[in-house]
């Protein structure tokens, strides 16, 4: 099984400010790893997955980016947010037939 | 692209009611997951189902995967206050990176 840890849990940011979220995984090398984007009350986002390092695929075009520096260790950013980033934000990672979810970041821009 | 969809979007019970979550996939699944997500918390692994026609049961709650593999339910029966949540399904999406098509979700609410 994995566990996947991300922070902060909650972040409020003003518009036009820089964004680093990070998310560690243990228990699984080499996890194919997703970030996913939840609005109230909505259902999920896929925005960003890798299957190792340095390499990023991209769902959704917008002014967020992706990175993954090391193996367990996957980072999205943004150079500039805008009010419409405001979301709950999942990482997530799989492992065989499960897709085990980190507790989340809840941000908001205004 | 594969398309995976869920009704009721909502559903408001009584205390004691049964609730019935039905997912449609606009392809043929290997297989199908369900995913419990509590208020506030993030979406949780309930169980996968993998044979055509399969039944699987975890106490109150009741999994089936249909037939011809391109739909699922999910059945409460006597709904208790702890069922409420946002409740998806999932099904393996064939591009790259091992991904899953969520559904849009069912929110259960129910009333003590």
């Known amino acids: 099984s994995q566990t996947i840890h991300q922070w902060p849990a909650t972040l409020v940011q003003p518009v036009g400010s820089p964004l680093s979220l990070e998310c560690t995984v243990e228990g699984t090398s080499n996890p194919n790893l997703y970030w996913y984007r939840q609005a109230a009350g909505r259902g999920l986002q896929l925005l960003f997955y890798s299957v190792g390092i340095g390499q990023i695929s991209s769902e959704v075009p917008q002014n967020l980016s992706a990175s993954r520096p090391q193996d367990r260790q996957f980072i999205l950013s943004s150079k500039k947010l805008l009010l419409s980033d405001s979301g709950f934000y999942l990482c997530?990672?799989?492992?065989?037939?499960?897709?085990?979810f980190g507790p989340g970041t809840r941000l908001t821009v205004l | 692209g594969q398309q995976v969809m869920q009704i009721p979007q909502y559903q408001h019970v009584q205390e004691g009611e049964d609730f019935t979550t039905y997912c449609n996939s606009s392809t043929t699944l290997s297989n199908i997951q369900w995913y419990k997500q509590r208020p506030g918390g993030h979406p949780v692994f309930l169980i996968q189902?993998?044979?055509?026609?399969e039944v699987k049961k975890q106490k109150r709650l009741t999994f089936q995967f249909g037939e011809a593999k391109k739909n699922s339910s999910l059945h409460i029966t006597a709904t208790q206050t702890t069922d409420v949540g946002t409740y998806f399904c999932?099904?393996?999406?064939?591009?790259?990176?091992?991904?899953?098509?969520f559904g849009g979700g069912t929110r259960l609410m129910v009333k003590p």
């Open positions: 997530s990672g799989r492992d065989i037939d499960t897709q085990y």
């Open positions: 189902l993998v044979k055509s026609g």
């Open positions: 999932a099904g393996p999406n064939s591009g790259a990176g091992n991904m899953l098509t």
